[in-house]
């Protein structure tokens, strides 16, 4: 997969990309992250990128002529398709489904803004898909975009060893993970569960499905309500 990210701030990804996974993926030639700077496409002198809002009102606009520009010159940078995501508190809200849509797509581009936001030309004439991860105002698309990038890339064949396979993973089931224990057996006066040392498997799987359960229902009844509706979202 190759990952485009348009960016103000390309040295903010630097730090989570070189580490753990998203080092391995790349190390091992299974994603190409490339960034551009918006900025580089400034066309004045000061290199300006933002401006005042029409009508009034606080803050700075990212202007569209430099998205425009920077994009245009990032699409043809390679020939595969691309999904192009624009990262925005409007979009649709991020979840382990979208994630798993994003992992089949052989190009991604991502688009991080700063300021009050995008001018609302950029949202209709790039025909992006917009993804918030959240109902929470960030300072910037940059940390959204590497959400996606971590929940995307874990996913694709290869990044993840056999042992930890995304299969079980809390939310691919519709469900909070099961708990777990590592030694020692007994810890602070707390034992661990006498099923999970029986090593009877059909058994202690009888017992993860419920626990798992209990959780989601105890926890996040939300998960179990929308569990059909996900369902056939996913399906239509
Ligand atoms: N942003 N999910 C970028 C967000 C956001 C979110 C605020 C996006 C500022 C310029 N992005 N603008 N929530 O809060 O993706």
Known sequence: MRID????????????????????????????????????????????????????GPGMVMMPQPVFDCFEYVEKLSPEKSKVILLTPQGRKFDQAKAVELSKESRLILIAGRYEGFDERIRIGLGAEQISIGDYVLSGGELAAMIIIDAVVRLLAGVLGDEDSPKDDSFSAGLLEYPQYTRPEVFRGMRVPDILLSGDHGKIAQWRRRQALERTKKYRPDLLKNKNTNQRQKKG
């Open 5 to 56: 990210i348009l960016t103000l701030f390309p040295q903010m990804f630097e730090s989570p990309l070189s580490h753990s996974i998203l080092k391995r993926a790349q190390d091992k030639g299974l994603i190409d992250i490339v960034f551009t700077n918006i900025r580089d496409f400034a066309t004045d002198n000061y290199k300006k990128v933002d401006d005042k809002p029409y009508g009034g």
